[in-house]
């Protein structure tokens, strides 16, 4: 089970002081919260990506490029990709490359996006969300797998012999977790490639995302890459800790009254009866959160959102400090009763494990420039010319899936 | 014999409200009317003003809080729909409009809507046919051709004595009782967890479309 923290990198006044961070405040602040993240225990950093203010994170390939400079053992990951309005080439190599210099700590969450003009910003009708979100990762997931790719969809130029470089680490591509709030055909699409799915959870009534991950967990089952239970699932959940109840509750309010999401709408308490938010002391926190499995099921990732509303970068890391210290109870206690075959989060040792057992990964080398930009046949020196047969497309590491030979896709 | 179910929406404001009252009258004939054509029917009466907090919430945060969500739901599964709000400022009022937007967009196709409304005067009972007739066909529900406005004046002396309240009360349920019996609602609307287009059809139209 890996826990962390997830940021959607708002830059927002602090309702008790009236202060707002500059941009560049914010920015240096994310990656001092990335680095607790590590020292505190977590494992899992994940990065929102938007486009306008009062946001800060429209590159976050380069943001978490740097954090894996400064970290060494955290994951590296997106909350969300925004996989309907980027180019799907430029995804494959952005990824691959923060796959290249993070030593294989990355992993990329997927989502459609809710901001309306994005989409026409970039191009695209965001009535178009869901098609664009099927092809485009269609794509995506073929410029992982294939070294050459021809390619013609109803929105994106067409591709003639092209190669996404660099090619995935130790050619294996980065685990890709699907994101939804709302759409259950999003759970059917991670399930349909057996990718993960993160529920976000913090902004809807357990009663829904119980419903929500049921139907990604049989639909997993039904395309063949295993049992429902060994389903991917990652939750998101929110929390603000203190020395007793009391104290988190007042610290925390003011921070919630005026939230950019929910604010001036329900009471705390509301929103705390009513979604996954959990403010109080570190019982509480523990106890609502192994709460979680009771409905989803054993899973796989725990993200918490603690960096938002403007909270002050020095109460963020007192908050990372509260989670540390909880750590280990989480860990024992989502331990306890664990079936045996519930598989971990995939990572890039357990992906490398299960494509090459102990053979060595391939290490593509390409071939000499033939001068035509275009890779025509095989660009690289361990494979014939000729065009290669896609392989390994089931995208799963574990279960029945990932030792099958012939692609369910 | 199946029971029909109708769910009755007030916006009134007030406590007592004339806009309850009428929605009462409305559905107290549609119940003698249903009784008189055979017909079992239960009706669940719904105040805006009690879920008014919710409304707000939902509006804000994307989901509903348990109470409203429930009311939601059973619209979805409701063989009639007898809606009545206040005319405020030449149309419906905001909270009922607010309402409105909450609702599945599929949850109300082809479902029979009785159409009510109150007001201070006769001279607002055209809102009913310009306001709140192009909501509902918007929603391809099918609002009954009578909408029964109530004045003021309707309650007491000062109403039609020609054709009164209770005649267009009448009249409007006799409408409404037998579009009811005749439809038949096979599916439930407004699932968020249906899988309409799965993987394998939305993947297809790449190649077939």
């Known amino acids: 089970m890996q826990f962390g923290i997830f940021s959607v990198s708002d830059i927002t006044e602090d309702p008790t002081t009236g202060v707002t961070p500059s941009e560049a405040e914010r920015i240096r602040a994310i990656t001092t919260i990335a680095k607790h993240a590590e020292e505190v225990g977590l494992d899992v950093f994940a990065l929102g990506e938007h486009h306008n203010p009062p946001f800060f994170s429209s590159s976050p390939t380069t943001t978490l490029a740097y954090i894996a400079g400064q970290t060494e053992r955290l994951q590296l990951t997106t909350a969300t990709t925004l996989i309907t309005t980027n180019d799907p080439v430029k995804i494959a190599e952005d990824f691959a490359m923060l796959q290249h210099v993070s030593g294989g700590r990355t992993d990329l969450m997927l989502g459609r996006g809710n901001t309306g003009p994005v989409y026409p910003w970039f191009g695209k009708d965001i009535r178009q969300g869901l098609p664009l979100a099927v092809e485009n990762y269609e794509l995506l997931h073929r410029l992982w797998r294939e070294d050459v790719v021809?390619?013609?969809?109803?929105?994106?130029?067409?591709?003639?012999?092209?190669?996404?470089?660099?090619?995935?680490?130790?050619?294996?591509?980065?685990?890709?977790?699907?994101?939804?709030?709302?759409?259950?055909?999003?759970?059917?699409?991670?399930?349909?490639y057996g990718d993960g799915f993160f529920a976000n959870h913090i902004f809807w009534p357990a009663s829904h995302t119980q419903r929500m991950i049921a139907l990604y967990r049989q639909r997993f089952e039904h395309y063949g890459h295993g049992t429902a239970a060994q389903a991917i699932v990652g939750l998101g959940g929110q929390v603000f800790m203190g020395k007793t109840s009391q104290a988190a509750k007042d610290a925390f309010r003011p921070y919630?009254?005026?939230?950019?999401?929910?604010?001036?709408?329900?009471?705390?308490?509301?929103?705390?009866?009513?979604?996954?938010?959990?403010?109080?002391?570190?019982?509480?926190?523990?106890?609502?959160?192994?709460?979680?499995?009771?409905?989803?099921?054993?899973y796989q990732r725990q993200l918490f959102l603690v960096d938002h509303a403007g909270l002050p970068l020095k109460t963020v890391l007192e908050q990372l400090d509260h989670l540390g210290e909880i750590l280990p109870a989480l860990r024992a206690g989502f331990a306890e009763g664990r079936p045996a075959d519930v598989p971990d989060a995939p990572t890039h040792a357990s992906l490398v494990a299960a494509k090459y057992g102990d053979a060595e990964p391939r290490q593509p080398r390409p071939r000499a420039n033939r001068g035509d930009n275009v890779t025509g046949g095989s660009p690289y020196q361990d494979t014939s010319a000729k065009p290669a047969e896609p392989v390994g497309r089931s995208g799963s590491a574990f279960g029945p899936a990932a030792t099958r030979t012939e692609a369910v896709r | 014999m199946t029971t029909k179910r109708i769910v009755v929406v007030s916006s009134g404001l007030s406590t007592p409200s004339s806009t309850r009252q009428l929605a009462d009258r409305l559905a107290d004939d549609t119940a003698t009317e249903l009784r008189e054509r055979g017909v079992e029917a239960e009706f669940q009466f719904v105040e805006l003003r009690d879920l008014a907090h919710d409304i707000a919430n939902h509006l804000l945060l994307g989901f509903a809080p348990p109470k409203l969500e429930a009311v939601l739901e059973s619209l979805g599964r409701a063989d009639g729909l007898i809606a009545v709000t206040p005319i405020f400022t030449t149309s419906y009022a905001g909270l009922f409009k607010s309402f409105v937007d909450l609702i599945d967009p599929d949850a109300l196709t082809d479902l029979p809507v009785l159409l009510g409304a109150t007001g201070g005067t006769p001279r607002h009972s055209l809102a009913i046919d310009y306001a709140m007739r192009p909501l509902f066909t918007y929603l391809h529900a099918v609002p009954m051709t009578t909408g029964v406005f109530a004045a003021t004046g309707d309650w007491g002396t000062g109403g039609d004595g020609v054709r009164s309240l209770p005649d267009r009360i009448r009249r409007g349920a006799s409408e409404f009782a037998e579009a009811v019996d005749r439809f038949d609602r096979t599916a439930v609307h407004g699932d968020p967890f249906a899988l309409d287009r799965p993987m394998g059809h939305l993947l297809g139209g790449l190649a077939g479309e």
Not at chain 1, 158 to 172: E, I
Not at chain 1, 256 to 263: E, K
Not at chain 1, 291 to 298: A, I, L, Q, S, T
């Open chain 1, 150 to 192: 021809d390619w013609e969809g109803r929105f994106r130029t067409p591709l003639q012999g092209f190669t996404s470089t660099p090619r995935p680490l130790d050619d294996v591509p980065p685990f890709v977790w699907h994101g939804s709030i709302r759409t259950p055909e999003v759970a059917d699409q991670a399930a349909y």
């Open chain 1, 256 to 298: 919630f009254d005026n939230a950019p999401v929910y604010g001036h709408g329900p009471t705390m308490e509301e929103f705390t009866e009513q979604t996954p938010l959990t403010v109080g002391s570190h019982q509480e926190v523990i106890d609502k959160t192994l709460g979680f499995r009771e409905y989803v099921g054993d």
